[in-house]
Every structure is written in structure tokens, then in C-alpha cells.
């Protein structure tokens, strides 16, 4: 009897398909990889079972990427199995090609890459012989109750009708990965023109994301503070005090973005109008109007990676993580790689189910107080239809993340932390707005200087209750003022302050501005085919940052993004080859309205293909023709002579180099030095002491060839052989000691500061570091130390006494940070997954309830 292998993205959708089925095609059996009955064969992948390649013969291994092997445009792409899903695609293989199997059915998400990823798979088990002749049908479901997908078999698509869209998704793939190798090939070749592997990565969502990070930091160096100052005043009523800030009512909006109407610019001035209202009366005007403030919509992945982050400190990628967790491990989320915040209409009976689990089940821990307000929420007939929740039009592959049916048992504080969130958010987007009373009160002395004052009072919490507030909760109230009273100005402070450059990219705010890419395009129609997709995706955008920082393109420190030496030196060497596309979202812009196009018809796959790899060829041929030194940047000319002919020291793409006396290379002597030894970028302050002293350091963030991190001095040394200076590494003999080739280490006149964590031995002073009796001298068997210097920071033994014996020292508060040279506070601590010494940040202040406390975050110290 011939059968239909019904395929699903994952294995949870593949049950649910069961379940919806069995009433209607009879009960189920449950085999180790499917399920069948008399008509049907189930079965799922778990997301991507195969990836793209080049055919052999095109594949050009590391060692070998230079020009010569560039392009690389194969005349078609191989399938080669992801090795951790090699099981399931080898079961599904099987089942498409038994004799039995005469139709499939695509029942993968809903969009373009759940075609892909059937397409795939379907091709990889096609025999090489001949086509598999087996009809294809396709489920297109978005929403997952029992009757929308028995509903859905009743509607099943032609495979004609997904073809188009099948071509969009190929399309989409390939383009990716031409751009991505072509490009990553092209440029690591540039950079490794003078021998060694310079990696040099690009691609198509990763390039985009890190040019919005250096863009912001170029305009932070930039940035010119400039002295402006406040004033505020403390005005005596009859009722108390109250305060109020100086503003100039005539004040409008220029393209001054650092002038407002609360801010004067000359102390004099301000220093007059303090002078003139001191002791002075007042007369009060006061406007009170109400407000209303609504609950934010339900959560996709990256609003919930956003306030997460904001929130909890959590990464993009631990937030997908613990969410992944609830879905797959607890079942208590619903699906979250998704970037809809609506469900379906016909949900509306599955949110009240949900709300009843909520006020009935016996939730753990702090979860409990979410009860009474579901309770409430059912009881006030607060879940109803409402397109600001059950939107048809706006839900995409997938809807929004809600909790389950599913009752939460046993999760763990962070997990408890995200369910908590998602679960308000749920809640609270039902319930009716908060609402507000907003005074401004303007208190003007002399009939011509004006003090604004703004109060705000809770009148009814609405869905803030949900969140922990109550009408009592607030404490903002102003003293009230009497109609006619006249006030005195008993205090004025005058506020020197300067402007501040823009704030660095934290993964919240940089999560913004990926989903949000699509507002920075002038184009209407790449703006409009951008508008529902940002840069990457939801399920692809943690992983992208978390690629930039692997890549050494992006430092985390603390909260903050902090572009590197080689994020600055990638965006140079684009901008200079003149293929700024990879750097900017119209990119994708201008991908998506193509493939929009290719999905209704309008475009071939051919005609789109030809022009990708048009535009490789001409990447590759821009960077094939430069020599690296002329690419144009903004490059500095250093105030320090140079060390032999005392000439004009001037940076370029790769190297500070002598320029001669008149600055022009005429007269140049041969002097230069690279910008970045052992993987380490010079700032142009060091540069300047370096040639200056030469020597400086000991600096720290260098990397071996192997990729160990490592700290040393570096020395400008004289070399008669090429009568020059050039660059040394200075270890010092400590470090020469610590490599195991010294003499043995006498430590019998120390006091040991406690047991090694690695080995148990006794840790020492011993030159400029702390170290295991065990990591120096002629028999090394530990490699534990860590420094008495860390960013600037002195290291005293008691404080290592303290790390030994408890795992964290005290709050230390004078770290500088080698990128930002801004100070911070910070313990050292020693993870022992990690084997080394990191840094472990305070906690966030408490907030207004509901108060979390936030998770302590760890970085490495480097020690």
C-alpha cells in the first residue's frame, strides 16, 4: 500500500501533526525516528541537515587562498551533511527513498527557509541515477492548534506553486556563501601579501553590523566636548520645597544636535541670571493633563534579547540559550527563534487556556505572584480579540513567544528570570492601559527667567500591576502649590558640564539597530524590502555578534561593543577598494527586493545569480589590483620624529613608516614599524611614546602564532645589519624563567599567599607576576599566574590571598581600559571552567520593582 512521508522542520511539529492527524487517519505508530499509520509516514529534520559546498575541485583549502585562486564561482554547489544531524538525515533519506513512499509532503516552517531546508534534503537523497518521481505537496501553517493544521492538509500547495519560492531560498543561500568566501578569501589574501595568516572574515550580515559599530565610535573619538552649564533652583512654598530647572522658552531646534533649551554656553551668563534670582519671587503657572501609557506587544527573539540584555546583563546568545532551554528541555515557551510579536486569530481560546494554567497551576518561587493577576485578566474578560495581539497579516514563519499550556517545575534562577519576563509581557499586554497624571509647573522669577518642574502620579496601575506597581508605589508626587501663591527662589546651583559623545553600542541597543537596518536606506523601495527584515534574522543575529567577537573585530567590556584595531582596518581597507556594499544594509535591501520579486515570478534564479556573481568577480578584481600601502584612509602623521633621520613618521594601511624631513618620501630613510605585533593593535598615544622611549609595556592582548594571549614589553632596537631600528618583543627574564628554561626558583624566603587552584601547589611573588611554585624554573608542570599590574590596576598580595583562599578578591576600582582608556570597577575572580583569572563585574543597581537583581557578568582579566 503506497504512503506519504509527511516531512517536518523539527520533532516537536512532527508530534503535533500527529496528534491533529490521528482523528481524522487513524492511530499512529511510534517507530525510533517517525511515526506511521495505514496512510501516512511522519517524520522531522532538526533544522539544517545538509550546507552548501563547493565541488571539489573548486574547494580551496586555507593554505592555498591567495589571488590565484580567485574567483571561486562553481557552475553548481554539492551537498555535503552537517556532521551532528548525520543520523537523522541518513533516517530520512531512507524513508524518502522506500518503495512504499510515493509522495511527499513539505511540512517545514512556514517561509523560505523551511523550503530551503526540505529542498536540501529532499536533493541530497535523490539517487544519483535519476530523479526520485515522487509528487510534492506543501503545509503551509501558521498557527499549530489541531484544527489549523487538519485545516491545513485541506488546503496542501502545489510544488509548482513553491517553486518560486524554493528558487528565493536557493538563491538567498548561494548568494551568502559567494559573497562570503569570495570576499573573506579576497581580503585575508590582501592582508597576508607579506607572508603569514592574517584572517580577514566579511560577509554579507557580519560586515554591515560591525561597520555600525565602528561608524559609532569614529563619531565618539571625534567627538569635541564642549563646556555648557545648567541651572537649577530650589523654590520655598508653603507646602515644602520643590525644584526647578532653567530654560529658555524661545529656545528652538537647529541642526546643533548638543544645543537644548535647558543648556547656556557662556558661565558668565549663567552666573548673572543665578545671581539676579537668588531671594527672589516667584509666580507658579501649573498644567496637569493625563496620560496613558500601554504594555509593550508580545515578544520576538530579539525584543526579548534586547531586555534581556538591558535588564539582566544577559548576551544574544545566552538569552536564545536559556529561551531554547524552556522551549525544547521544559516545553514551557513556545517556539523562539521567531521575529513576529502577534499570534494567529484563531489563538484567541488557546491565550485564555493559557491564562487559566497561570492562575491555577501552583507556580515555583517568586512565579507564584503571577497567578492573581492572571486570575484577574480572566475574571475582567481582559483576553479578547484584538489586533494589537491576534494579527493574521503579521504573523510570519512563526508567532510570538507566549508560554505554554505546560506548567513550569524545576528551572533554575535564570531560567526562572526569562519565563518570569515573557510570562508579564503575556499578561500584561491584555490588560488596559496605566494611566497618569504629568504636571509641568513653570515657576518664572522676574517675569522673565523660567524654572520648569515636572511631576508624574500614578492614578490607576493598569498593566504596570502586573510588573509590581501600585498607586502607593510612587513617591515622585510635588508639593503642591496654591492658586496665586508666590514661591521664593530660596537656593540656586550653578551645573559646569560638557557634552559627551554618543554612547557605544551595548548588544541591546546594537540588537536595535541590526532589526531595525532598514531605516538607514534612502531607496524607498530597498527601505520598503528591508522593512520586515533588519540585518540577519532573529534566530542568526546573537550569533552574528557573538561571530565579530570570536573574529577579534568586537570587544565586550562590561555592557559596551567596543570595535577593534581590526574592525577599524577592515572598514579602511573596504571604503579604500571602493566595495563599500558589503558595509552597508542596502545590501540587503537590494537582495530582498529581488528575491521578493523571484517569489512572485517576476525574476529568474539565473538572471539573479549572474549578477552576485558579477559582483564577486569585481570584488576580487579591486582587491587584486591595489598595492596595499596606497589604500586611502584617514591616516595619522605622529608628532614624534623618526628614531634615525628624525623625518616625518606617517601611518598607512599596515605600518607607521618614515616619510624624510619634508614629509614627502624624497629623503625617507627605510625606517618603519607594523601597526599591529602579535595580533595587537598600536593607539597612536603608544606609537608616540614607543618611537619616543623606545621602548614601552609591558602591554597586554598580544597572541602568540598559536593564539595564546601573552604580555610583554616592546623594544625599538638599532640592527647594523639593515642600519635601521626595528621592532623587538621584550619577555624580560621572568618570562624566560616561566617558558621552563631557567634555573630552579628559590622561594624558600617567601610566605606562601595560599594553594594554587589549578595544581594545589603554593602561589609566590616571583618577578612582575604571582605564580605556582609549579609554572617557573627547569621543571615546569603548572602554568597558573596572574599579574601584580592588571589594567594599571596594582595587584596586592593580600588581595591574592583573598582570591586563593575565596575565589574573588575586593571591589577593585582603578582598572583602565586599553581600548577606551576609561577606568573601571571590577572583582577578579578565578573561573575554573575557564583555568585562569577573569574579571567579574558588580551587579546593576536595583530599579523601581519589580527589582531584579541582575547576574554578575565575567570577562576575562588576561591576567
Known sequence: MSKTLIIAEKPSVAQDIVRALTPVAGKFDKHDDHFENETYVVSSAVGHLVEIAAPEEFDVKRGKWSFNNLPVIPPHFDLNPIDKNKGRLNALTKLIRRKDVTALINACDAGREGELIFRLIEQYATPAKGPLNKPIQRLWLQSMTPAAIRDGFEKLRSDEQMLPLADAARCRSEADWLVGINGTRAMTAFNSRDGGFFLTTVGRVQTPTLSVVVEREEKIRKHVARDYWELRANFDAQAGQYEGKWFDPAWKKNDDLERRADRMWNAADAEAIAKAVLGKPATVTEESKPSTTSCGGLYDLTTLQ???????????????????????????????RTDSRFLPEDYLAVAKDTAKMLATEDLPGPLSALSQHAAKALKEGYIKPTKKVFDNAKVSDHFAIIPTLQAPKALTEIEAKLYDMVVKRFLGVFFPPAEFLVTTRISKVL?????????????KPGWLAVYGKDVDDEDANLVPVQTGEVV????????????????????????????GAGKLIDDDELREAMAEKGLGTPATRAATIEGLISEKYMLREGRELIPT???????????????????????????????????KGKLKREVFMAEIAAMTEKMVAKA?????????????????????????????????????????????????????????????????TFLANKKIGPLEGFRSKAG?????????????????????????????????????????GQNSLGACPKCAGHVYEHGSNYVCEHAVGDKVTCDFKTGKV?????????????????????????????????????????????????????????????????AAKKTSAKA
Open 565 to 599: 584595531a581590526k574592525a577599524f582596518q577592515l572598514m579602511t581597507l573596504l571604503r579604500g577598494l571602493e566595495v563599500e556594499d558589503l558595509t552597508r544594509p542596502e545590501l540587503t535591501g537590494d537582495w530582498e527586493s529581488k528575491l521578493a520579486q523571484m517569489e
Open 790 to 854: 592588571i589594567l594599571t590596576q596594582p595587584i596586592e598580595p593580600a588581595q591574592v590571598h583573598k582570591l586563593l583562599s575565596t575565589g574573588k578578591t575586593d571591589l577593585l576600582e582603578n582598572f583602565v581600559s586599553n581600548k577606551t582608556r576609561r577606568k573601571f570597577k571590577a572583582f577578579l575572580a578565578y573561573d575554573k571552567k575557564e583555568g585562569k583569572v577573569i574579571f567579574e563585574f558588580e551587579p546593576r543597581a536595583a530599579k523601581a520593582p519589580p527589582a531584579k537583581k541582575a
Open 447 to 459: 517675569d522673565k527667567h523660567h524654572f520648569q518642574t515636572n511631576g508624574k502620579v500614578l492614578v
Open 708 to 748: 595564546w594571549p601573552f604580555t610583554a614589553e616592546l623594544a625599538l632596537v638599532f640592527d647594523p645589519e639593515i642600519d635601521n631600528w626595528k621592532l623587538e618583543f621584550d619577555f624580560g627574564e621572568d618570562a624566560k624563567k616561566a617558558e621552563g628554561d631557567g634555573e630552579p626558583v628559590d622561594f624558600s
Open 306 to 336: 534586547r531586555e534581556a540584555n538591558s535588564r539582566f546583563g544577559f548576551s544574544a546568545k545566552t538569552t536564545l540559550s536559556i529561551a531554547q532551554a524552556l522551549y525544547e528541555k521544559h516545553k514551557v515557551l513556545t517556539y523562539p
Open 624 to 688: 587584486k589590483g591595489y598595492d596595499r600601502d596606497t589604500i586611502p584612509g584617514d591616516y595619522a602623521t605622529l608628532k614624534t620624529p623618526c628614531p634615525k633621520c628624525s623625518g616625518v613618521v606617517k601611518e598607512n594601511y599596515r605600518r607607521f613608516t618614515c616619510t624624510g624631513q619634508h614629509g614627502d618620501g624624497s629623503d625617507a630613510c627605510g625606517f618603519s614599524i607594523g601597526k599591529i605585533p602579535g595580533g595587537r593593535s598600536f593607539e597612536l598615544n603608544e606609537v608616540e
Open 488 to 515: 521664593r527662589t530660596e537656593s540656586v546651583d550653578v551645573k559646569a558640564l560638557q557634552t559627551k559623545p554618543p554612547a557605544r553600542y551595548t548588544e541591546a541597543t546594537l540588537l536595535s539597530a541590526m532589526e
